[in-house]
């Protein structure tokens, strides 16, 4: 697909045990890949909700009766489910990634390779973009970015040196931070800790660590028992995320024990990490790093 890949395509719909009569979530529709192959396992009673923030991804929508594409960030699942009178589902999918249109379109600023305006919203409409990141951020909270979002040792020297250098004027492109930061990283790894930095401003303008665990304390009441949860993430901050609340319900410490030692959660881990082909990998390098991990509901 132009649009987008999608990635373990198989994979992920099979996760879903999909019922034909069922209602479904796509909580990441970008180029339609997962949402069509979840159609095509449907009945004519079943039925495909997908969410998708970014105006770009209403290009894509499918003309099936069985289909509603929802133009919102899935930190509002449980609302506009039940705007369409739907309160729970029988299965949830999610691509937690940037869709290769995003990555692709100059103008929207998530490449490093482009020299474009520093953009990085998703949803267009909101106000806060890369460019009010980078150059009105102070530096404490510019450092603690590329530290939470990137585990980036330097990230001190980082912040400093923007912040430096937009004294003089205000970094207007992604070209000029490039190359004011290029020297600061180590020698033959330039690209992956540019893309590291790039990857910690993204999650900052589209909180996407706050949005993802807002979507997954709604799935508990979502997903009706024996549903499913198929979720797929590219950076280990999502993925311990989703790994931590399958296991727990949790995305800190340790749930409860009752006085026999057990434990509640909502909801069972469905086998084990599934990742890429290296078949899949070589067609689609933006594949590599996912991880998907499938959970039943109890």
């Known amino acids: 697909m132009e649009y987008h890949n999608p990635v373990l395509l198989k994979e992920s719909v099979d996760g879903l045990d999909i019922k034909p009569d069922g209602i479904y979530v796509d909580v990441t529709f970008g180029g339609g890949g997962h949402s069509r192959e979840i159609l095509s396992r449907l009945g004519e009673k079943g039925r495909l909700y997908a969410f998708d923030q970014d105006k770009d991804a209403l290009e894509n929508k499918i003309d099936d009766q069985r289909f509603a594409l929802i133009n919102e960030n899935f930190r509002f699942l449980k609302r506009f489910l039940r705007f369409y009178g739907v309160k729970q589902v029988d299965g949830i999918l999610g691509d937690f990634g940037v869709s290769s249109h995003q990555f692709n379109e100059a103008e929207r600023g998530f490449s490093t390779r482009f020299d474009a305006k520093p953009d990085m919203r998703m949803n267009q409409g909101d106000k806060l973009s890369a460019y009010e990141v980078i150059n009105e951020y102070d530096e404490e909270h510019l450092k603690k970015i590329f530290y939470a979002y990137a585990d980036l040792k330097n990230a001190p020297k980082l912040a400093r040196v923007i912040v430096s250098e937009r004294k003089n004027h205000p970094l207007e492109t992604s070209e000029q931070l490039n190359e004011l930061l290029k020297p600061l990283l180590f020698k033959g790894k330039e690209n992956k800790i540019l893309a590291q930095i790039y990857q910690a401003i993204r999650i900052e303008v589209n909180q996407e660590i706050e949005v993802l665990k807002e979507f997954l304390l709604q799935t508990e009441e979502v997903v009706k028992p024996g549903g499913r949860l198929s979720l797929i993430s590219y950076h280990s901050l ?16 340790e749930p409860e024990k009752d006085m026999f030692g057990n434990i509640s959660v909502p909801f069972k881990k469905v086998n084990g990490l599934i990742v890429p082909s290296k078949e899949e990998i070589k067609e689609n390098s933006r594949a590599r790093s996912a991880k998907l991990r499938i959970a039943r509901k109890l």
């Open 238 to 253: 999502e993925d311990r995320l989703v790994k931590r609340y399958i296991r727990s319900g949790l995305f800190e410490g």
